[in-house]
């Protein structure tokens, strides 16, 4: 089982450029979450999907940020016209079921540098 | 509005010695509570969880108190090692969204 892959690790993009960042969630698992970690502000949630369906973008950033999951062995999160704002690690993580007291397992996330 | 708060920002302790990391939270409504372990370079990983009708949970070198009265809980880690320096992130849970705290980077110095 290798865990909860995540690419690219590291990104570097101008300010108004687009990223995306890829994640593949461990196999079996039905759950899908998205967090974005700073020094400031800990660990975020931006975005759940269970089944492939989105469930909860709470999160989000409304005008920029977008997750997709097409299929159960993908997710991406798209953010368009980065700002130096966004600069941040971007973890996802992936559970069972997506049930009250699971273990997220997390992948080791990309680092997104908006310059 | 941080829901999750931790005490400390950093907290150093000699090898040998029991660290002590604090969290609070606010919304009565969780009832479960990890502690992620994160290493430089990786993702958060949970370290042992508790839910909230218990009041210790013990696992090895690393024993959760909770008080649901008071609305904190701590995490001991007794006997701790040079390998134990990491981040450690507090956080609960309601249905399946967790919300984490911001982190208390521990250095154990040997």
């Known amino acids: 089982n290798a865990g909860v892959i995540q690419t690219p690790r590291h990104k570097v993009t101008g300010k108004g450029q687009e990223a995306t960042l890829w994640c593949e969630p461990i196999?079996?698992?039905?759950?899908v979450f998205w967090y974005r970690q700073t020094i400031v502000q800990g660990l975020e949630f931006l975005t759940y999907f269970r089944n492939q369906a989105p469930i909860d973008d709470s999160g989000m950033p409304k005008e920029r940020f977008s997750a997709q999951m097409p299929n159960q062995s993908h997710s991406t999160l798209k953010i368009q016209s980065t700002q130096p704002q966004d600069s941040a690690v971007y973890l996802c993580a992936s559970s069972l079921l997506g049930g009250n007291a699971e273990t997220l397992y997390f992948g080791s996330g990309t680092r997104l540098t908006v310059l | 509005q941080q829901q999750v708060r931790q005490s400390s920002q950093s907290l150093t302790v000699w090898e040998g010695e029991t660290a002590i990391l604090n969290c609070s939270y606010e919304?009565?409504?969780?009832?479960?509570f990890p502690w992620y372990q994160q290493f430089p370079g990786e993702g958060p990983a949970l370290l042992i969880a508790?839910?909230?009708?218990?009041d210790k949970k013990e696992d090895g070198r690393f024993t959760i108190f909770f008080n649901k009265r008071e609305k904190n809980l701590s995490l001991h880690i007794k006997d701790s090692q040079p390998g134990d320096s990491a981040t450690y992130f507090c956080a609960a849970n309601m249905g399946y969204k967790l919300t984490f705290g911001t982190g208390t980077s521990l250095l154990v110095d040997p």
């Open positions: 196999s079996g698992h039905s759950a």
């Open positions: 508790i839910r909230s009708v218990s």
């Open positions: 919304n009565s409504a969780f009832d479960y």
